[in-house]
DNA sequence: GTGGTCTAGACCACC
DNA sequence: GTGGTCTAGACCACA
């Protein structure tokens, strides 16, 4: 499904957040699609149960995916994109230390851009609607 | 010269980091100024020496900044700017992090672009060149 | 597992440092070994923690050990080995030193050859390769 | 007559030792030269008055130059080498140490020796007497 | 004055 | 259990 690192500086059940939200952007995951169960995806990415579970909740939390009691979890329907200003803040200011570490990487502006455009291209333009 | 904020998830020291690298691309430190000493900085943004040495001690790694011994700390000049492959992945994959949160987080392509356009300027269009 | 002089000029991290260096290239610890943890290897050599640790990060920033979270720190493959110029000069310029102060101390250059030799084959040959 | 370097690692008076040790080695510095005097030399190198007197005392202390009051400072005609237990064994474990860092950053065994053999002939074949 | 090292002890996130 | 961060306070070498 796809694969993990250990040795990464951010913790595994972000790391799984992440690849899980990219999954769904990418269109591999359609809402209504049955996930592994957390011990199904603990063996295949070689985690602790615990760790899986905890990515399960907070993607949950989020509104992504969905429990059904003894049934499974699903990729949820509901696709929310509350524009919630904090979040928004914080995606900017983050955006705002990429361009600092990229221009002390020798990164051009023009490069980010390209990579943007890929990625958008990546995600099925999921923006732009 | 700058705040932090010693609640937020990021530690103290990147926060100074992070701060100090802005001022530099910002121009408002210049190659050769002198930095607060660490028992000066510490005592202006309310942290541990140790802490304010231990972000001291990964700029002057990441060559942006040098001790003269016992003389203090000062702004490099930066000659190096190499191009490192390893740094540039991770640069690109933090970005396709940001674009998948900004999806999430109902953030149009064109906000992202604009932030980005924006930053150029504030940073005095350090990249370009 | 080894020991540390508390009284030498030489920082108790860096002694540290050494001492895992040559751990593993005479064979003692092989790739994939677990490495005391934090606290143990503190308590083994009567240090602070934060000595310990500080030595385990700077052998993880030069590649020679990496840590898995929350599962401890071990002997990383070491598939690097990229002849860094700069590190390269640096390790001349000590050997100059090295013989200005041999021949300082009145040891011949057959003398320092045959230190040579025997160290080599205590790291098990490993130069030759 | 040298230089140094105020960003290195190494104090400034053991830089100044090192070279002058170098000078008088390689045959530029011959028994009964003058040395420049504290002044002139701290003006020279661009350091502190004190910092150079620092160093002719510790080379004072190590026989290798000589003060004669209101004359000046000359390199000694004595060349003492006196074999020092204790020295040769700081000096093979640093050859110890440079063997282990030459290793990790991929430097032949055959590499070291032919540097040696060259800084030898550099030091007008000091050794081999 | 400067930074570098170390200790003791605390709290936290992660697994 | 693991390592990561931080504080308070100490001592030292260097310039």
Chains 1, 2, 3, 4 share one sequence.
Request: aromatic content about 8%; glycine content about 4%.
């Amino acid at each position: 499904m796809f694969e993990i690192d250990p040795r990464s500086a951010t913790p595994i059940y972000e790391q799984i957040i992440k690849k899980m939200k990219e999954l769904c952007i990418k269109g591999v995951l359609k809402p209504g699609d049955k996930l592994p169960s957390v011990r199904e995806m603990s063996s295949m990415i070689i985690a602790n149960p615990n760790t899986v579970s905890k990515a399960y909740k907070e993607l949950e939390r989020e509104g992504l995916i969905e429990t059904l009691r003894g049934r499974g979890t699903f990729v949820s329907k509901m696709v929310q994109k509350k524009l919630d200003e904090e979040k928004i803040e914080i995606i900017k200011e983050e955006l705002r230390q990429i361009m600092i570490d990229a221009f002390y990487a020798g990164i051009s502006f023009e490069q980010i851009y390209q990579w943007m455009k890929d990625m958008n291209n990546e995600f099925a333009n999921a923006f732009h609607k």
